[in-house]
């Protein structure tokens, strides 16, 4: 099994937090979300893909809820094997699909050579350290408007801190990292 087949066994399936949720509920913390994470590998619905292509396509549907409100957001990644280690690249919804009708459910087919980078998105590296796999990026969205993204994986769980930060202010992100456990 190559490197990024085992990366991705830990990354794919059905992820929620709902045992750190009820932990934080339980001491009064009212303001953690509830998360679920659904990640599925896509690349049989992408066609045109070069015949060498090594590459695995993601789907992440994430759902985070917050009081009365959820908020949805899916996200198409690209991982690949580089010398220094697993690399997320992030791609734009492809063209005919919103936030709210993007899912690998929804996807019908989507052409490799019509998918667009994402501009914004500073690749991340993953690394493995001690049996788990640590990695990050910083993008800068404008001028003033800073994305951190902080993840560990493991077969026990997914660690994901995020971060909006504008003008040096943090507007998204939590002290603690939310932490997913397989459904």
Same mark, same amino acid.
């Given at each position: ?10 990354? @794919? ?7 750190? #949720? @009820? ?6 913390? =009212? ?8 990640? $599925? ?26 009081? &009365? ?11 690949? =094997? ?8 992030? +791609? =734009?919804?492809?063209?005919? #699909?919103? *936030?709210?009708?993007?899912? +690998? ?6 052409? #490799?050579? =019509? ?11 993953? $690394? ?23 993840? %560990?994986?493991?077969? &026990? ?12 202010? %943090? @507007? ?7 932490? +997913?456990? *397989?459904?």
């Amino acid at each position: 099994m190559t490197k990024l087949q085992s990366f991705m066994n830990i990354l @794919t399936g059905s992820f929620h937090n709902m045992e750190q #949720y @009820t932990d934080l509920k339980n001491k009064g913390v =009212e303001d953690f979300p509830y998360a679920e994470h659904v990640n $599925t590998v896509c690349n049989d619905k992408i066609k045109n893909l070069p015949a060498d292509f090594g590459g695995i396509f993601l789907i992440e549907e994430s759902r985070f809820k917050l009081g &009365e409100k959820t908020h949805h957001a899916p996200h198409l990644f690209l991982f690949t =094997e580089e010398e220094e280690g697993i690399k997320l690249t992030s +791609y =734009e919804i492809p063209k005919g #699909y919103t *936030r709210d009708t993007f899912s +690998y459910e929804n996807l019908s087919e989507a052409d #490799y050579y =019509e998918l667009e980078l994402s501009e914004k998105f500073t690749p991340a590296i993953f $690394t493995l350290k001690d049996g788990i796999w640590e990695g990050g990026s910083v993008s800068m969205f404008s001028p003033v408007l800073k994305f951190t993204l902080s993840e %560990r994986f493991s077969e &026990e769980q997914l660690e994901v801190s995020e971060t909006m930060e504008v003008n040096g202010k %943090r @507007t998204f992100g939590y002290d603690e990292p939310i932490i +997913y456990k *397989r459904c």
